[in-house]
């Protein structure tokens, strides 16, 4: 009995040794492996990076942060049946980072990552569109939430095009996948937008961002006009595939079958209206369906065009000021207050346009297109609101001052605001014309529907 107990202890002991020792090598070759990525010396990492992990899969995430970049150099350096093999341990890598660091790992982000990386090499791999595409459709099934990469989006709603343009996939499998692809960019705009307003807010109240804030504000920016990219990338990827001449006759086919779906209703008349296929009949039974079904603050708007299109304009407006009334989110009801107010610019009623861009912004303080559409109808207005022509050209530097202000809070507008901006400047009074006016300094009040006020630039 106590030689058995005696067996056992120096087992014990021996199993300890071995682990303490196993250990120390793990932390060991992690320190040098994770200094030679740090200086981005890969390949000399790669050797103990492959040591640890085999032995401490679960010793450290740097074994999988930087295994990341330590594969895809070897990927970028590789050919041929090299570069494959490193192709397939990087999927793998990811695979063994989802089992021991689960909550690290997010499972659609990790997905994606791989079908991307697949995507990015599809020739090396000899990979096809309908393979591609399953791996995509198997990733945003698996967690949408976390499938949320831009550029991930747009190659899987490209490769469903491509698919449909070879004439693997129908146009209804088209139309919807766009739908979910432009409802999930638009979901991740909101949240970044939501963001980055408290940020906009604060500063506008004169309070300075703390420093972490500021890098905050840079990254949700950066993102936001990543997203807006994309957004405009699957809109010309989709191109016309979506007319009215494809989406009519699709969509009166199905309509019977779907008239008690109200996602599929509420999705069919968003796209004829976006598509300007209003006119037609079809979209009057859509819209009519969708409110009869789940009133909204969309079934409402929809309404609301219907009866401009009858130019019965009053009756309109109650039906637009009933879609604001009835959306809760504040992030939509500034859609709304925007798609109002654009129609009324459309009519040239500036003033009413005004005060709805302007309610858009309060609500979505990051959206600069309100204040480029401002500056638009200030310029629209630059011949009739002033006595003297140096009166009416000064209605130019308020239109400049409200275009720069869209691009100090969005980042997807500042090449347009830049150069709105610059166009405005150029037609205002210059300063040669300044001097010779010596008014120099002195305030402008402009009247008419603006109601403002500008200073004359000091020279």
């Known amino acids: 009995m106590k030689t058995k107990i005696t067996f056992l202890t120096l087992l014990f ?21 994770h200094e030679y990525a740090k200086a981005k010396n890969y390949d000399a990492a790669y050797e103990p990076w492959m040591a640890v992990r085999n032995k401490c899969p679960k010793y ?32 793998k890598l990811w695979d063994e980072r989802a089992l021991h660091y689960p909550s690290k790992t997010p499972k659609g982000e990790y997905a994606a ?7 990015d090499n599809r020739d090396v791999l000899k990979k096809t569109d309908e393979e591609l595409y399953k791996c995509f459709d198997d990733a945003y099934n698996l967690d949408k939430d976390t499938f949320t990469n831009p550029k991930s989006l747009y190659t899987y709603f490209s490769l469903m095009v491509d698919l449909y343009d070879a004439g693997k996939k129908p146009a209804a499998d088209l139309f919807n996948k766009y739908d979910d692809i432009a409802e999930k960019v638009e979901g991740e705009i909101q949240n970044y937008s939501e963001d980055l307003n408290k ?45 009215c001449e494809n989406l009519i006759p699709l969509y009166t086919k199905d309509f019977e079958a779907n008239k008690t779906n109200a996602v599929w209703l509420q999705r069919a008349a968003g796209k004829m209206s976006e598509k300007e296929c209003t006119d037609d009949p079809l979209f009057f039974k859509l819209v009519n369906a969708y409110h009869e079904l789940s009133p909204s603050a969309n079934s409402a708007y929809y309404l609301g065009i219907l009866k401009d299109k009858e130019n019965k304009t009053n009756e309109a407006i109650k039906f637009y000021e009933q879609a604001i009334s009835l959306e809760k989110d504040s992030f939509k009801k500034s859609k709304l207050y925007y798609r109002v107010a654009t129609k009324f610019k459309a009519k040239h009623s500036y003033s009413k346009a005004r005060d709805y861009y302007r309610k858009a912004l309060s609500l979505n303080p990051s959206n600069g297109r309100p204040h480029i559409a401002i500056a638009a109808m200030y310029a629209a207005s630059a011949n ?24 100090k809070v969005d ?49």
């Open 411 to 459: 980042p997807t507008m500042s090449s347009a605001a830049s150069k709105s901006s610059a166009s405005y400047e150029a037609k205002a009074p210059q300063k040669s014309e300044i001097f010779s006016s010596g008014r120099a300094g002195q305030t402008i009040n402009i009247g008419c529907w603006i109601g403002a006020s500008v200073t004359v630039p000091s020279i």
């Open 384 to 407: 009739n609101c002033g006595e003297t022509n140096f009166d009416k050209r000064a209605v130019y530097w308020l239109a400049a001052s409200e275009a720069r202000k869209a691009s």
């Open 13 to 33: 002991i021996g199993l300890n040794f071995g682990f303490a020792q196993q250990d120390e090598e793990c932390i060991s070759k992690l320190s040098i492996f």
């Open 113 to 119: 990552k791989s079908c991307q990386l697949l995507y």
């Open 60 to 91: 450290s995430n740097a074994i999988y942060s930087d295994g990341e970049k330590i594969l895809n150099h070897k990927i970028d350096n590789a050919t041929g049946a090299d570069k494959i093999a490193y192709i397939n341990d990087l999927v």
């Open 199 to 243: 940020l906009i807010e604060k500063e506008e109240a004169g309070t300075a961002l703390t420093k972490k804030e500021a890098k905050y504000k840079k990254y949700y920016e950066s993102y936001l006009k990543a997203y807006d990219q994309i957004a405009s990338g699957i809109d010309q990827k989709l191109g016309d595939r979506a007319n």
